[in-house]
């Protein structure tokens, strides 16, 4: 066996040993838009490859500029088919030696693989945080009521992205695993697979934007899904069921979009919107461990 550093001529042996095992982990960044798009350039990659030359192992990073603003490298895949924590270790070392200026690494794994898990606090990583995907069918969803003289719009391009900053910035600026959000990042593709007719939508106060949901496609293993994130309402309007009624919105535009299914993902820690889903009907269907490697 040996590590090489991912090259162009590689690229497509890679991205394919990701849709292979992307279900293994947690696939934030292996959707299939994230690997269409996948560059080497600020995603330092490398290779696990048997006497064969086939892969069996990958360990991928995410230093894009957002990242690296905050000092730290989102995992995007670290797998391999040997379940061994010498294989991982060759691998990790490579990949991290000459990060610059990053604190940590970090990335999620399902509560439910033990083996995995076991593997990467060998490695040095600690459990940072607890992650959970809730998921309602969506024709169980109720209709959304919002109190007079607020209204909700579709997002306008070239006029609501500070307004969207701001509320995200506001809602979740308390919450681990938060990083500031400018209007560089916000990128709306009509074209792409996890596009969804007016899913980004404001909550208007007048002419003050007070909350908002987005709400997209995603492929899963069970179909097609509609997922809701983010969803967050300034604090001084918290607590007048606004953040409930644009769930709800969430997921009935789920069902017109005839999507069967829609999903969401709540720290565990963020108990008071834990509290929201699970009331209006959400079911935890699964667990994911945040794990953090410092550098």
């Not at 849709?19 to 690997?35: A, I, M, P, Q, T």
């Not at 916000?186 to 987005?214: C, F, S, T």
């Not at 079911?283 to 945040?290: N, T």
């Amino acid at each position: 066996m040996k590590v090489v550093h991912l090259e162009s001529n590689r690229l497509q042996e890679f991205i394919n040993y990701c849709r292979d095992n992307r279900y293994e982990h947690d696939e934030s960044f292996l959707s299939e838009k994230e690997l269409e798009e996948f560059e080497i350039k600020d995603n330092p990659t490398v290779l696990l490859t048997d006497d064969k030359d086939t892969i069996i192992g990958a360990a991928s990073l995410i230093l894009s500029q957002q990242f690296r603003d905050n000092r730290k490298g989102r995992i995007r895949i670290l797998h391999s088919s040997i379940a061994s924590v010498e294989v991982y270790q060759s691998m990790l070392e490579p990949l991290v030696k000459d990060i610059k200026n990053i604190d940590y690494i970090y990335g999620f794994l399902p509560e439910t693989r033990e083996n995995s898990r076991e593997i990467f606090e060998k490695l040095g990583f600690d459990v940072e945080r607890y992650a959970w995907e809730l998921k309602i069918p969506s024709d169980a969803g109720k209709l959304p009521a919002f109190p007079d003289g607020f209204r909700a719009e579709s997002f306008v391009e070239g006029r609501d992205e500070i307004a969207w900053c701001t509320i995200i910035n506001e809602a979740f600026k308390n919450l681990a695993g938060h990083m500031p959000m400018t209007p560089d990042k916000i990128k709306i593709d009509r074209d792409g697979e996890e596009y969804l007719e007016n899913g980004k939508i404001l909550l208007w106060d007048q002419d003050k934007a007070v909350g908002l949901i987005n709400i997209a496609k995603e492929a899963a293993e069970e179909g097609e899904i509609a997922f809701i994130g983010p969803i967050g309402v300034l604090p001084e309007y918290q607590g007048k069921g606004l953040g409930r009624n644009l769930l709800r919105m969430g997921i009935e535009l789920a069902k017109r979009s005839g999507i069967d299914n829609t999903v969401l993902t709540v720290n565990a820690e963020n108990s008071k919107a834990a509290d929201l889903y699970l009331s209006e009907g959400f079911k935890k269907v699964a667990v994911f461990v945040c794990y953090r490697k410092w550098l």
